[in-house]
């Protein structure tokens, strides 16, 4: 079984860029989440689609962020414009959806993004 | 206050050495209790879960839990150089698929 697909692993973009970081979650998970950990922080929740809705956007820190997830399958997360703060390691996690709750989920190995 | 509290360590033990790894929780809503690994520079693996008061153990790895003290602990027996990583601490409520995690533990297994 292959595991959650981060595309790129890293990326180096100028303030006031657009970047777009992809994710494709284990097949057939239902489940899809966004991660950052920002330098020195904690890794913390962006937002969880089901399918393809976004079930909680709690944790999307502006409006420069739009995640979309077409089709339920792979998922995007768009920064536009970028900021320095936005600097960080974006984890994407999928996880089943059958008694998906009470199951940590499954990372992908996370794109590093440094805005410069 | 945090959520989720972690010493950052390093926390530095001899191979062959019981490590102890530890994680308080500000919410008492918090129900499940996860314990990820992660080396540097790749992602977090899912090591063990927990969601009862009291000990599960995997292998070399148990994981403690007590929710009256909100506190949930993680020993790994003994020590291997391989087990060099930071040890993240995550809990979720029941309500909600969002993992609340700690700033993570790092370890360092001395050969």
């Known amino acids: 079984e292959a595991g959650v697909t981060q595309f790129p692993s890293h990326s180096v973009i100028e303030k006031g860029q657009t970047v777009t970081l992809r994710c494709d979650p284990i097949s057939g998970h239902d489940n899809l989440y966004w991660y950052r950990r920002v330098m020195g922080k904690e890794i913390k929740f962006l937002l969880h689609f089901v399918k393809e809705s976004k079930q909680d956007e709690s944790g999307m820190p502006n409006n420069r962020f739009l995640a979309e997830r077409t089709g339920g399958t792979y998922s995007t997360l768009k920064v536009q414009p970028a900021e320095l703060e936005d600097s960080g390691v974006y984890f994407c996690?999928?996880?089943?959806?059958?008694?998906?709750?009470?199951?940590?989920?499954?990372f992908g190995s996370g794109t590093r993004l440094t805005v410069v | 206050q945090k959520e989720v509290e972690q010493n950052s360590g390093p926390l530095s033990v001899p191979e062959g050495a019981i490590a102890s790894l530890n994680c308080t929780y500000s919410?008492?809503?918090?129900?499940?209790f996860f314990w990820y690994r992660q080396y540097s520079g790749k992602s977090p693996e899912l090591i063990m879960s927990i969601y009862s008061n009291g000990d599960k153990e995997d292998g070399r790895f148990t994981a403690q839990l007590n929710k009256a003290s909100q506190y949930v602990s993680l020993l790994i027996r003994d020590s291997q150089p391989s087990d060099s990583a930071t040890y993240l601490c995550?809990?979720?409520?029941?309500?909600?698929?969002?993992?609340?995690f700690g700033s993570g533990t790092r370890l360092l297994v001395r050969p």
């Open positions: 919410d008492r809503g918090s129900q499940s």
């Open positions: 995550a809990v979720k409520m029941d309500s909600s698929y969002k993992l609340i």
């Open positions: 996690a999928s996880s089943p959806r059958t008694g998906a709750s009470n199951y940590g989920y499954t």
